[in-house]
Nanobody, 125 residues
Framework: QVQLVESGGGLVQAGGSLRLSCAASTRTFSTYTMGWFRQAPGKEREFVATISWIGGNTYYADSVKGRFTISRDNAKNTVYLQLNSLKPEDTAVYYC??????????????????WGQGTQVTVSS
């Protein structure tokens, strides 16, 4: 069982930055592919970014590419999401997710078996 706890959300003006963190309670963190998803009011949860368990390969949704950066620190069992140049449309609850090893369909919610409780990001215009 893996527990994930996100932090770092908040209210920021458009153009600003935030860094989200997700701490995992597992000794085998390095064997999990980690992802970030978000869900805006009235919308489905959508893929934001993922980082693989081996090689640290990263993939992003087109809507955040060049603005967001996902990274991980296996020594701290933590994955990060740096959010830069934020836009009002980035407003959502951001969720951290974990999947053992490397899911092939990393953009899909169902590929991840463990989820955090979410952290709210609100971007004002």
């Amino acid at each position: 069982q893996v527990q994930l706890v996100e932090s770092g959300g908040g209210l920021v003006q458009a153009g600003g930055s935030l860094r989200l963190s997700c701490a995992a309670s597992t000794r085998t963190f390095s064997t999990y592919t980690m992802g970030w998803f978000r869900q805006a009011p009235g919308k489905e949860r959508e893929f934001v970014a993922t980082i693989s368990w081996i090689g640290g390969n990263t993939y992003y949704a087109d809507s955040v590419k060049g603005r967001f950066t996902i990274s991980r620190d296996n020594a701290k069992n933590t994955v990060y999401l740096q959010l830069n140049s934020l836009k009002p449309e980035d407003t959502a609850v951001y969720y951290c997710a974990a999947a053992p090893y490397g899911p092939t369909r990393y953009r899909e919610n169902k590929s991840y078996g463990y989820w955090g409780q979410g952290t709210q990001v609100t971007v004002s215009s």
